[in-house]
Protein backbone atom coordinates (compact mmCIF):
# COMPACT_ATOMS: atom_id res chain seq x y z
CA UNK A 1 0.00 0.00 0.00
CA UNK A 2 1.53 3.73 -1.27
CA UNK A 3 -0.48 6.53 -0.82
CA UNK A 4 -3.26 6.40 1.29
CA UNK A 5 -5.43 9.66 2.05
CA UNK A 6 -7.36 9.87 4.99
CA UNK A 7 -10.58 12.30 5.56
CA UNK A 8 -11.83 12.56 9.10
CA UNK A 9 -15.13 13.47 10.23
CA UNK A 10 -16.94 14.43 13.51
CA UNK A 11 -20.41 13.12 13.30
CA UNK A 12 -22.71 15.32 15.52
CA UNK A 13 -25.33 13.59 17.23
CA UNK A 14 -27.21 16.23 18.73
CA UNK A 15 -28.56 17.19 15.79
CA UNK A 16 -30.68 15.61 12.93
CA UNK A 17 -30.92 18.83 10.84
CA UNK A 18 -27.02 18.34 10.49
CA UNK A 19 -26.75 14.64 9.67
CA UNK A 20 -25.31 13.69 6.64
CA UNK A 21 -22.92 16.54 6.45
CA UNK A 22 -19.77 14.55 6.25
CA UNK A 23 -21.02 12.77 3.44
CA UNK A 24 -21.76 15.68 1.04
CA UNK A 25 -18.28 16.38 2.26
CA UNK A 26 -16.61 13.62 1.07
CA UNK A 27 -18.71 13.23 -2.26
CA UNK A 28 -17.06 16.58 -3.06
CA UNK A 29 -13.96 15.43 -1.90
CA UNK A 30 -14.07 12.16 -4.10
CA UNK A 31 -15.24 13.96 -7.21
CA UNK A 32 -11.96 16.76 -7.09
CA UNK A 33 -10.29 13.29 -6.63
CA UNK A 34 -11.64 12.60 -10.07
CA UNK A 35 -12.80 9.01 -9.00
CA UNK A 36 -15.64 7.25 -11.58
CA UNK A 37 -18.92 8.33 -10.20
CA UNK A 38 -20.06 5.12 -10.08
CA UNK A 39 -17.65 4.54 -7.46
CA UNK A 40 -18.49 7.89 -5.64
CA UNK A 41 -22.22 7.07 -5.68
CA UNK A 42 -21.60 3.87 -3.81
CA UNK A 43 -19.37 5.15 -1.42
CA UNK A 44 -21.36 8.26 -0.55
CA UNK A 45 -24.22 6.19 -0.02
CA UNK A 46 -22.83 3.78 2.32
CA UNK A 47 -21.19 6.49 4.32
CA UNK A 48 -24.78 8.74 4.33
CA UNK A 49 -26.52 5.54 5.84
CA UNK A 50 -24.16 4.52 8.61
CA UNK A 51 -23.98 8.50 9.37
CA UNK A 52 -27.27 8.87 9.82
CA UNK A 53 -27.83 5.06 12.16
CA UNK A 54 -24.59 7.00 14.16
CA UNK A 55 -26.94 10.03 14.57
CA UNK A 56 -30.36 8.65 15.13
CA UNK A 57 -29.13 5.64 17.04
CA UNK A 58 -25.80 5.79 18.35
CA UNK A 59 -25.86 9.80 19.18
CA UNK A 60 -23.17 10.70 17.00
CA UNK A 61 -19.52 9.34 16.51
CA UNK A 62 -16.53 9.44 14.14
CA UNK A 63 -16.05 8.72 10.26
CA UNK A 64 -12.88 7.88 8.50
CA UNK A 65 -12.82 7.55 4.62
CA UNK A 66 -9.34 6.28 3.59
CA UNK A 67 -8.35 6.28 0.11
CA UNK A 68 -5.67 4.16 -0.98
CA UNK A 69 -4.73 3.09 -4.52
CA UNK A 70 -6.87 -0.18 -4.99
CA UNK A 71 -10.36 0.62 -2.84
CA UNK A 72 -11.76 3.33 -0.99
CA UNK A 73 -12.48 2.30 3.15
CA UNK A 74 -15.13 4.03 5.54
CA UNK A 75 -14.95 3.34 8.68
CA UNK A 76 -17.50 4.43 11.38
CA UNK A 77 -17.05 4.42 15.30
CA UNK A 78 -19.73 5.28 17.72
CA UNK A 79 -20.03 4.71 21.24
CA UNK A 80 -24.00 4.10 21.66
CA UNK A 81 -25.98 1.46 23.01
CA UNK A 82 -24.80 -1.04 20.30
CA UNK A 83 -26.40 -3.30 18.53
CA UNK A 84 -27.67 -6.64 20.48
CA UNK A 85 -27.98 -9.08 17.39
CA UNK A 86 -26.36 -7.80 14.11
CA UNK A 87 -27.92 -10.44 12.00
CA UNK A 88 -31.18 -9.16 12.69
CA UNK A 89 -30.22 -5.67 12.39
CA UNK A 90 -29.18 -6.73 8.81
CA UNK A 91 -32.17 -7.81 7.32
CA UNK A 92 -34.26 -5.54 5.12
CA UNK A 93 -37.32 -4.58 7.01
CA UNK A 94 -35.84 -4.57 10.81
CA UNK A 95 -35.84 -1.23 12.64
CA UNK A 96 -36.24 0.05 15.89
CA UNK A 97 -36.39 3.34 14.85
CA UNK A 98 -39.30 5.51 17.01
CA UNK A 99 -41.97 7.48 15.07
CA UNK A 100 -40.60 10.69 14.73
CA UNK A 101 -37.92 9.63 12.93
CA UNK A 102 -40.32 7.81 10.56
CA UNK A 103 -42.07 10.99 10.13
CA UNK A 104 -38.72 12.60 9.31
CA UNK A 105 -38.39 10.10 6.53
CA UNK A 106 -36.15 7.17 7.76
CA UNK A 107 -36.69 4.41 10.27
CA UNK A 108 -37.29 1.91 7.63
CA UNK A 109 -34.60 -0.92 8.08
CA UNK A 110 -32.85 -0.48 5.12
CA UNK A 111 -30.11 1.46 5.62
CA UNK A 112 -27.48 -1.83 6.76
CA UNK A 113 -28.88 -3.85 3.88
CA UNK A 114 -28.55 -0.90 1.90
CA UNK A 115 -24.74 -0.09 3.15
CA UNK A 116 -23.93 -4.24 2.15
CA UNK A 117 -25.22 -3.62 -1.13
CA UNK A 118 -23.61 -0.99 -2.40
CA UNK A 119 -19.88 -2.20 -0.85
CA UNK A 120 -17.59 -4.85 -1.37
CA UNK A 121 -17.38 -5.93 1.78
CA UNK A 122 -18.46 -4.64 5.05
CA UNK A 123 -17.78 -5.51 8.38
CA UNK A 124 -19.60 -4.87 11.97
CA UNK A 125 -18.10 -4.99 15.45
CA UNK A 126 -20.79 -4.18 18.20
CA UNK A 127 -20.91 -4.85 22.22
CA UNK A 128 -23.93 -3.70 23.86
CA UNK A 129 -23.24 -0.73 25.90
CA UNK A 130 -19.68 -0.05 24.24
CA UNK A 131 -20.74 1.01 20.89
CA UNK A 132 -20.42 -0.09 17.23
CA UNK A 133 -17.42 0.13 15.01
CA UNK A 134 -18.25 -0.60 10.86
CA UNK A 135 -15.77 -1.15 8.25
CA UNK A 136 -17.10 -1.05 4.65
CA UNK A 137 -14.39 -1.20 1.33
CA UNK A 138 -15.45 -0.32 -2.18
CA UNK A 139 -12.71 -1.55 -4.89
CA UNK A 140 -11.25 0.24 -7.11
CA UNK A 141 -10.02 -2.16 -9.82
CA UNK A 142 -12.88 -3.23 -11.96
CA UNK B 1 -38.38 15.39 -20.62
CA UNK B 2 -37.03 18.97 -19.98
CA UNK B 3 -37.13 20.33 -16.18
CA UNK B 4 -39.06 23.27 -17.70
CA UNK B 5 -41.73 20.89 -18.67
CA UNK B 6 -42.32 19.84 -15.50
CA UNK B 7 -42.47 23.21 -14.19
CA UNK B 8 -45.32 23.87 -16.43
CA UNK B 9 -46.93 20.23 -15.93
CA UNK B 10 -47.23 21.21 -12.49
CA UNK B 11 -47.96 24.66 -12.16
CA UNK B 12 -44.76 24.92 -10.04
CA UNK B 13 -42.96 27.72 -8.65
CA UNK B 14 -39.26 27.70 -9.33
CA UNK B 15 -37.40 28.46 -5.61
CA UNK B 16 -33.42 27.61 -7.35
CA UNK B 17 -31.80 26.54 -10.22
CA UNK B 18 -33.31 28.57 -12.54
CA UNK B 19 -30.13 28.37 -14.90
CA UNK B 20 -30.64 24.12 -14.77
CA UNK B 21 -34.38 24.44 -16.03
CA UNK B 22 -33.36 23.63 -19.68
CA UNK B 23 -31.88 20.34 -18.61
CA UNK B 24 -33.40 16.68 -19.67
CA UNK B 25 -34.47 14.20 -16.92
CA UNK B 26 -35.88 10.58 -18.05
CA UNK B 27 -37.37 9.17 -15.48
CA UNK B 28 -38.48 10.00 -11.60
CA UNK B 29 -39.54 8.95 -8.38
CA UNK B 30 -42.24 9.85 -5.65
CA UNK B 31 -41.19 9.28 -1.44
CA UNK B 32 -41.82 10.49 1.58
CA UNK B 33 -39.30 7.61 3.07
CA UNK B 34 -35.70 8.81 2.32
CA UNK B 35 -34.82 5.35 3.41
CA UNK B 36 -36.85 3.62 0.32
CA UNK B 37 -35.25 6.18 -1.83
CA UNK B 38 -31.95 5.21 -0.89
CA UNK B 39 -32.71 1.53 -0.86
CA UNK B 40 -34.83 1.45 -4.08
CA UNK B 41 -33.76 4.26 -6.85
CA UNK B 42 -31.16 4.07 -8.82
CA UNK B 43 -31.18 6.26 -11.99
CA UNK B 44 -34.28 8.44 -11.31
CA UNK B 45 -33.41 12.25 -11.66
CA UNK B 46 -36.66 13.82 -10.31
CA UNK B 47 -37.58 13.95 -6.76
CA UNK B 48 -41.13 14.95 -5.64
CA UNK B 49 -41.70 14.42 -1.87
CA UNK B 50 -43.96 16.15 0.75
CA UNK B 51 -41.33 15.35 3.13
CA UNK B 52 -39.27 18.94 4.23
CA UNK B 53 -36.10 18.66 5.84
CA UNK B 54 -32.38 18.96 5.05
CA UNK B 55 -32.04 15.33 4.64
CA UNK B 56 -34.15 15.46 1.72
CA UNK B 57 -31.49 17.59 -0.44
CA UNK B 58 -28.94 15.04 0.87
CA UNK B 59 -30.51 12.08 -0.26
CA UNK B 60 -31.07 13.87 -3.26
CA UNK B 61 -27.36 14.52 -3.79
CA UNK B 62 -26.71 11.38 -2.67
CA UNK B 63 -28.53 9.77 -5.06
CA UNK B 64 -27.13 12.39 -8.21
CA UNK B 65 -30.30 13.70 -8.60
CA UNK B 66 -30.69 16.88 -10.42
CA UNK B 67 -34.21 17.97 -9.41
CA UNK B 68 -36.73 17.63 -6.18
CA UNK B 69 -39.96 18.89 -6.55
CA UNK B 70 -41.97 19.60 -3.52
CA UNK B 71 -45.67 18.83 -3.52
CA UNK B 72 -48.55 20.19 -1.36
CA UNK B 73 -47.13 23.34 -0.95
CA UNK B 74 -44.60 22.66 1.11
CA UNK B 75 -41.61 25.15 1.26
CA UNK B 76 -38.09 24.84 1.66
CA UNK B 77 -36.23 26.19 4.53
CA UNK B 78 -33.77 28.57 3.66
CA UNK B 79 -31.09 26.09 5.28
CA UNK B 80 -32.32 23.51 2.49
CA UNK B 81 -32.36 26.27 -0.29
CA UNK B 82 -28.65 27.25 0.53
CA UNK B 83 -27.84 23.50 0.36
CA UNK B 84 -29.64 22.48 -2.95
CA UNK B 85 -27.79 25.65 -4.32
CA UNK B 86 -24.18 24.31 -2.68
CA UNK B 87 -25.18 21.06 -4.69
CA UNK B 88 -26.44 22.45 -7.87
CA UNK B 89 -29.97 21.14 -7.44
CA UNK B 90 -33.19 22.60 -8.86
CA UNK B 91 -35.69 23.27 -6.37
CA UNK B 92 -39.35 23.39 -7.82
CA UNK B 93 -42.55 23.92 -5.44
CA UNK B 94 -46.26 22.76 -6.33
CA UNK B 95 -49.82 22.68 -4.95
CA UNK B 96 -50.55 19.45 -6.27
CA UNK B 97 -50.28 16.43 -3.99
CA UNK B 98 -48.28 13.77 -4.48
CA UNK B 99 -50.19 10.72 -6.56
CA UNK B 100 -51.40 13.76 -8.74
CA UNK B 101 -48.39 15.32 -9.67
CA UNK B 102 -46.73 12.21 -10.05
CA UNK B 103 -49.56 10.99 -12.47
CA UNK B 104 -48.89 13.97 -14.22
CA UNK B 105 -45.74 13.54 -14.91
CA UNK B 106 -46.09 9.86 -15.72
CA UNK B 107 -48.95 10.84 -18.05
CA UNK B 108 -47.06 13.00 -20.30
CA UNK B 109 -44.24 10.48 -20.31
CA UNK B 110 -41.80 11.05 -18.01
CA UNK B 111 -41.15 7.25 -16.74
CA UNK B 112 -40.06 5.69 -12.89
CA UNK B 113 -38.28 2.94 -14.58
CA UNK B 114 -35.13 1.81 -13.77
CA UNK B 115 -36.33 1.03 -10.39
CA UNK B 116 -34.19 -1.98 -8.93
CA UNK B 117 -34.64 -3.95 -5.75
CA UNK B 118 -31.26 -5.63 -5.45
CA UNK B 119 -29.07 -4.77 -8.46
CA UNK B 120 -26.66 -2.52 -8.50
N1 LIG C 1 -24.78 2.74 14.96
C1 LIG C 1 -25.78 2.04 15.52
N2 LIG C 1 -25.88 1.94 16.89
C2 LIG C 1 -26.89 1.24 17.45
N3 LIG C 1 -27.85 0.60 16.76
C3 LIG C 1 -27.80 0.67 15.41
C4 LIG C 1 -26.78 1.39 14.73
N4 LIG C 1 -26.99 1.26 13.39
C5 LIG C 1 -28.09 0.50 13.26
N5 LIG C 1 -28.60 0.13 14.46
C6 LIG C 1 -29.75 -0.74 14.71
O1 LIG C 1 -30.00 -1.54 13.57
C7 LIG C 1 -31.32 -1.29 13.08
C8 LIG C 1 -31.34 -1.38 11.57
O2 LIG C 1 -30.56 -0.32 11.01
P1 LIG C 1 -30.88 0.16 9.53
O3 LIG C 1 -29.97 1.26 9.18
O4 LIG C 1 -30.89 -1.03 8.64
O5 LIG C 1 -32.38 0.67 9.64
P2 LIG C 1 -32.93 2.02 10.30
O6 LIG C 1 -31.80 2.95 10.56
O7 LIG C 1 -33.74 1.66 11.47
O8 LIG C 1 -33.85 2.59 9.15
P3 LIG C 1 -33.34 3.25 7.74
O9 LIG C 1 -31.87 3.00 7.64
O10 LIG C 1 -34.11 2.54 6.69
O11 LIG C 1 -33.67 4.68 7.83
C9 LIG C 1 -31.68 0.07 13.63
O12 LIG C 1 -33.07 0.29 13.71
C10 LIG C 1 -31.02 0.03 15.00
O13 LIG C 1 -31.79 -0.72 15.90
MG1 LIG D 1 -30.44 3.39 9.01
Do not use: W
Request: glycine share 10%; proline share 3%.
Amino acid sequence: MSDVLTFRFDVDGENFTSAGQASVQIKKNLRQLGLPPEIIRRVSIAMYEGEINMVIHAGGGNAEVRVAEDFIEIELVDHGPGIADIEQAMQAGFSTAPDNIRSLGFGAGMGLPNMKRYTDSMDIQSKVGDGTRIVMRVDLTA
Amino acid sequence: MKICTIQELLSARVIVGEERLGDHVYSACGSDMMSDVLAYVKDQAVLLTGLVNPQVIRTAEMMDMICIVFVRSKEPTPEMIRLAEESGLVLLATDKRLYEACGILYSNGLVGNKVKRAAL
